[in-house]
């Protein structure tokens, strides 16, 4: 995930200096195809293969110094990796979400079934696990995990993060309705973040672009955008333009019909005081 942003830096440097891929190959003894994987993020970057394109596009000094820096990173391991060294226990598809979550600077999640994992408590998540029949025992890692991806919210340069929000979430009674109404305060806190949208999409507009099913967008200051998909299976990216393209204009048209974020508030809040009110009758 770090060498795909690395690799489009380097494919900009190349571009700017009007030169081919094949004749920067030519020039480092290398094959066009290796030249596209390492531009495209297909294959690590090693801070020797940088240093020898810094050297063909004449970049020096404190440029260079930040690019190598970044080459060296690119080896380092994520936080997940830390916490469960040599097999984290998580799904490829996850690890690499959450890798492609810490380099995006936008991030749109569109839901509309549940409420997106970097909103969700410790409760609600660990009822979506088990609700969804994953195994006792890796139940809290995975927990564990999703807690830990919404550390990127928390950083001093915060991705953006816009979240359309069906309202089927809002009422599905995942852990009961005192885990919903917490789980909806929490996402009435969130929202009030400078870097952090919620738009409602209410019952009342009925059918809507959104309704053949969640998606999350993730885009990036270096390199092409990206689209996250769930489905029974497992989950997978897609990332060629013509495919995310659809995606783009679904969020386009979700985002123009959504209430507002100043509406949509007063709908978080109409309905966690629903669930606040059944979770006292029980």
């Known amino acids: 995930m770090r060498s795909r942003g690395l690799g ?18 030519e020039q480092l003894g290398w094959s066009p195809s290796t030249l596209s994987r390492l531009e495209s993020g297909q294959r690590g970057i090693s801070p020797e293969d940088i240093a020898a394109l810094l050297v063909v596009y004449k970049i020096t000094g ?40 810490s380099q995006a600077t936008r991030i749109v999640d569109v839901a509309m079934v549940l ?8 409760e609600y998540s660990r009822a979506v696990m088990v609700g969804g029949g994953l195994a006792p025992q890796a139940v809290e890692a995975r927990v564990a995990a999703r807690l830990g991806r919404q550390a990127i919210l928390s950083r001093p340069d ?3 993060l816009h979240v359309l929000l069906d309202e089927a979430a809002l009422r599905r009674p995942v852990g009961g309705p005192a885990v919903m109404a917490t789980q909806l305060r929490h996402v009435l806190t969130a929202a009030q973040r400078p870097s952090i949208t919620v738009q409602v999409l209410p019952f009342e507009f009925g059918a809507h ?3 053949g099913g969640s998606f999350v967008l993730l885009e990036f200051d270096k390199g092409r955008a990206i689209v996250h ?7 997978m990216f897609q990332d060629e333009p013509e495919d995310v393209a659809p995606f783009v204009e ?8 959504a209430l507002n974020p100043a509406q949509s508030t007063d709908v978080l809040v109409e309905v966690a005081e629903e669930h606040e009110k059944k979770a006292r009758q029980t």
């Open 250 to 257: 679904i969020r386009d048209a979700l985002t123009a019909r």
């Open 115 to 122: 409420v997106p994992g970097l909103l969700q408590t410790a």
């Open 158 to 160: 915060p991705p953006e």
């Open 8 to 25: 489009a830096e380097l494919r900009d440097l190349r571009t700017a200096l009007g030169l081919t891929s094949r004749a920067v190959a």
């Open 229 to 235: 998909l769930e489905h029974a299976a497992g989950s």
């Open 209 to 211: 672009e959104g309704a």
């Open 62 to 101: 404190v440029e260079r110094d930040r690019l190598l820096d970044r080459a060296r990173e690119a080896d380092q391991p994520g936080w997940w990796e830390a916490t469960w060294p040599g097999q984290t226990g998580l799904p490829k598809a996850l690890v690499g979400l959450i890798g492609f979550e």
